[in-house]
């Protein structure tokens, strides 16, 4: 049976919140990122989504301008929703909030951390490697990157 998958801009100080929660589930708890490291100042700047799998929180991700282009950040997915077609669904809410913002030009560079695991998902987005692998908080990463 297929899960209905919701992903929502949280514009509401409670959802932000469930994503920060969720965050630290996944990053803090799950990979031993430290606090300090995932919660950062460009809180207040960033775009936040979350994602619901039949109605219950799942996953979330943000994105936020930089000088060097559109950079997508903090993709989590709970454990029991991963496989489920959350990820993706985040990255396309994520890619249309992006192409609808007035202050996007085409041939804007967007770009991501990919962890190891899951730069498959990204790479069905048409996102391309660029560089050597990286550690960001001791987890292994490349660099990915595409113009829109």
Same mark, same amino acid.
Not at 95 to 113: M, N, Q
């Given at each position: 049976?297929?899960?209905?998958?919701?992903?929502?801009?949280?514009?509401?100080?409670?959802?932000?919140?469930?994503?920060?929660?969720?965050?630290?589930?996944?990053?803090?708890?799950?990979?031993?990122?430290?606090?300090?490291?995932?919660? /950062?100042?460009?809180?207040? %700047?960033? @775009?936040?989504? &979350?994602?619901?799998?039949?109605? !219950?929180?799942? =996953?979330? +991700?943000?994105?936020?301008?930089?000088? /060097?282009?559109?950079?997508? %950040?903090? @993709?989590?997915? &709970?454990?029991?929703?991963?496989? !489920?077609?959350? =990820?993706? +669904?985040?990255?396309?809410?994520?890619? /249309?909030?992006?192409?609808?913002?007035?202050?996007?030009?085409?041939?804007?560079?967007?770009?991501?951390?990919?962890?190891?695991?899951?730069?498959?998902?990204?790479?069905?987005?048409?996102?391309?490697?660029?560089?050597?692998?990286?550690?960001?908080?001791?987890?292994?990463?490349?660099?990915?990157?595409?113009?829109?």
């Amino acid at each position: 049976m297929n899960s209905l998958i919701n992903v929502q801009k949280v514009v509401e100080e409670q959802l932000l919140e469930t994503v920060f929660r969720i965050r630290h589930k996944v990053f803090v708890i799950g990979q031993n990122v430290p606090h300090e490291e995932e919660f /950062d100042q460009y809180e207040e %700047e960033s @775009f936040h989504f &979350l994602a619901s799998c039949d109605g !219950k929180p799942a =996953g979330v +991700a943000r994105w936020r301008f930089k000088n /060097d282009g559109v950079k997508l %950040e903090r @993709f989590a997915v &709970l454990e029991e929703y991963r496989s !489920k077609g959350v =990820g993706s +669904a985040l990255v396309k809410a994520l890619e /249309d909030d992006i192409l609808s913002h007035p202050e996007t030009k085409a041939g804007d560079r967007v770009y991501l951390h990919a962890q190891l695991t899951a730069m498959g998902l990204y790479e069905k987005f048409n996102y391309q490697k660029s560089g050597d692998i990286f550690l960001e908080c001791e987890i292994e990463h490349y660099m990915m990157e595409k113009i829109i």
